[in-house]
T-cell receptor, first 117, second 115 residues
Framework: GAVVSQHPSRVICKSGTSVKIECRSL??????MFWYRQFPKQSLMLMAT?????????EQGVEKDKFLINHASLTLSTLTVTSAHPEDSSFYIC?????????????FGQGTRLTVV | AQTVTQSQPEMSVQEAETVTLSCTYD???????LFWYKQPPSRQMILVIR??????QNATENRFSVNFQKAAKSFSLKISDSQLGDAAMYFC????????????FGKGTRLSVIA
């Protein structure tokens, strides 16, 4: 199946710094990617929809200035957590769907565990 | 907006036995997709099974099968001959027919497999 690669898998950063997370579709083009956040023992919460060549669409309650999303190419979307604070510590997962044909399976990156100290 | 409800936060099953995980959803759409995803301790999301709403036949994938009741908006997952490797979080998910929309997830069911 299609592959979505997400890096880094783990990152620890100091409070007040910024962290960039990359999400790449390795063998297909993705005009749209999705960013989720998952708290421990909870479900995936959609943060934003990343659109290639245009602004991301953020879900209600998600600070767009805190979570900057850039989708500069058909295979790469990035999520930058700016001025990170301990409450931003979480598991972040990206996803993309193959849009051609009947294969509408969503493929997920490996996830990034962010710890802000 | 669509919603997905998983009413069983935790389930357990004896190895080699059968277990059924429940899922209900709410939508006003007539065409859509339903999924079951597995999330093991590695936290990698793995597709278990997919069902297209327009198909009356229940999807099956080896030991995994679903009971899709469109009128009741129910989509349960049956795992037969449970194995230790089946232990994980299981998420039921809904998707609109369009390929560019995100999945809507239920809260998940944590499945334990007892040896």
């Amino acid at each position: 199946g299609a592959v979505v690669s997400q890096h880094p898998s783990r990152v620890i950063c100091k409070s007040g710094t910024s962290v960039k997370i990359e999400c790449r579709s390795l063998d297909f083009q993705a005009t749209t990617m999705f960013w989720y956040r998952q708290f421990p023992k909870q479900s995936l919460m959609l943060m934003a929809t990343s659109n290639e060549g245009s602004k991301a669409t953020y879900e209600q309650g998600v600070e767009k200035d805190k979570f900057l999303i850039n989708h500069a190419s058909l295979t790469l979307s990035t999520l930058t957590v700016t001025s990170a604070h301990p409450e931003d510590s979480s598991f972040y997962i990206c996803s993309a769907r193959v849009e051609a044909g009947l294969n509408t399976e969503a493929f997920f990156g490996q996830g990034t565990r962010l710890t802000v100290v | 907006a669509q919603t997905v409800t998983q009413s069983q936060p935790e389930m357990s099953v004896q190895e080699a036995e059968t277990v059924t995980l429940s899922c209900t959803y709410d939508t006003s759409e007539s065409d859509y997709y339903l999924f079951w995803y597995k999330q093991p301790p590695s936290r990698q999301m793995i597709l278990v099974i997919r069902q297209e709403a327009y198909k009356q036949q229940n999807a099956t994938e080896n030991r995994f099968s679903v009971n899709f009741q469109k009128a009741a908006k129910s989509f349960s997952l049956k795992i037969s001959d449970s194995q230790l490797g089946d232990a994980a979080m299981y998420f039921c998910a809904y998707s609109s027919y369009s390929g560019n929309t995100p999945l809507v997830f239920g809260k998940g069911t944590r499945l334990s497999v007892i040896a």
